[in-house]
């Protein structure tokens, strides 16, 4: 079984504090989707709304067209997965997963049966016998999952559940969550303030900010086409040019800035523009989209720059399979990030060198001024 949830205008007040407001989403049946944003914007409180935890100041909250006013937690149709995990220490693998069927009254038979079909679920077949302590972080994760999968939720919520593990852990695990998520079929909502972790495994990501639902959108669309200055700074990383709209059109528009004028594409929300002329904009441009301008002139199947700009190199960092190149730009206190695959040759400059960069405009957003995101 699995079910869609709809959150109808849902805001949530603890006394004169706003946690959450105007929340208006749908999450569709069988789909992986994420609350994405910073600590304390407000996305556990959303999760928590949903599991029957807390009860919304105002709105609804349905789960599979049923509204779940004055429905408690134990009564919906979902399972919730912590960040802790709270598994039993003293428990086996399988008495672990079996939990709730043993609350439920069901035979040892039976659940231990389910166990043993979950633990080939989550790739974890012979481990039941295992005590907890016994167990690496990503399959102790794998056994909450089991556990949560268990009581047949129609729902599964998911607070931060791979936030205590290393990076390469985490990583792997999030393969492993989207493929689960896949196999079983059902509805997971996700909460996360990792990028990479809601870009990878959703169908749909919500970002927020400060109680408020950014944007909702596929992780290419978040991605490529922000529809405001907090989402275009939080999600991956962005340059940013401050100035004045000179010029707006429907598709694109130019701005004035300290470093020249630049032409972008004109950012849209509800299917209309955001800007007007003489309005101040942001225009964000992402490192990797930043190209320096006679290497990139020389390369056929490069896109036209259109827009140029002079820097001077400050620095370069070598990743590995990335160089990281800061340049000094005209009127802008932070340097420019530009972004270039090793390709196992020099990047053909150094520091202290005077660059001319450039970028199409189709790689680049407009924006108004807004609220950014904290570095």
């Not at 109680?211 to 490529?224: K, P, S």
């Not at 150094?350 to 570095?375: I, R, Y």
Request: aromatic share 6%; proline share 4%; net charge negative.
């Amino acid at each position: 079984m699995s079910a869609d949830v709809q959150l109808h205008d849902v805001w949530i007040r603890f006394g004169e504090f706003v946690a959450a407001r105007e929340a208006n989403i749908h999450i569709r049946e069988g789909e992986f989707f994420s609350f994405l944003g910073p600590s304390g914007c407000g996305k556990t409180t959303l999760l928590r709304a949903v599991s029957g935890f807390l009860e919304p100041s105002r709105g609804r909250v349905l789960i599979g067209g049923r509204d779940m006013a004055g429905i408690g937690p134990n009564k919906r149709p979902t399972a919730l997965i912590f960040q802790n995990l709270a598994l039993f220490p003293l428990m086996t693998v399988w008495e672990n997963i079996t939990f709730a069927l043993e609350v439920r009254g069901a035979g040892k038979a039976a659940r231990r049966k389910k166990a043993d079909e979950l633990l080939e679920l989550i790739a974890l077949p012979g481990q039941g016998e295992k005590m907890v302590s016994e167990l690496s972080g990503g399959q102790r994760q794998r056994v909450a999952i089991a556990r949560a999968l268990a009581a047949e939720p129609d729902v599964l919520l998911l607070d931060e559940p791979l936030s205590a593990l290393d990076l390469k852990l985490r990583q792997h695990m999030r393969t492993e969550l989207r493929a689960i998520q896949q196999r079983v079929g059902i509805t997971f909502i996700y909460i996360t303030h990792d990028q990479g972790e809601a870009l990878t495994m959703s169908d749909h990501v919500a970002v927020m900010s400060q109680g408020v639902i950014e944007q909702v959108g596929d992780g290419n669309t978040i991605y490529n086409r922000p529809e405001s200055a907090f989402v275009a700074s939080f999600v991956g990383e962005n340059n940013l040019f401050s100035g004045a709209v000179a010029e707006a059109g429907e598709e694109y528009v130019t701005v004035d800035t300290p470093a020249g004028r630049l032409r972008a594409r004109h950012a849209r929300r509800n299917g209309k523009g955001q800007l007007a002329a003489g309005e101040p904009a942001f225009v964000f441009v992402r490192p990797e989209s930043l190209k320096f301008a006679g290497a990139a002139a020389s390369s056929e199947s490069a896109r036209p720059l259109g827009n140029r700009i002079s820097a001077r190199i400050h620095q370069q960092e070598f990743e590995g399979n990335l160089w990281q190149v800061f340049c000094g730009v005209e009127g802008s206190d932070k340097p420019v990030k530009l972004s270039m695959v090793n390709d196992g040759e020099s990047i053909g400059h150094a520091p202290g060198e005077e660059v001319t960069l450039g970028f199409n405009a189709d790689l680049t957003v407009a924006l108004p001024q807004g609220e950014l995101a904290a570095e």
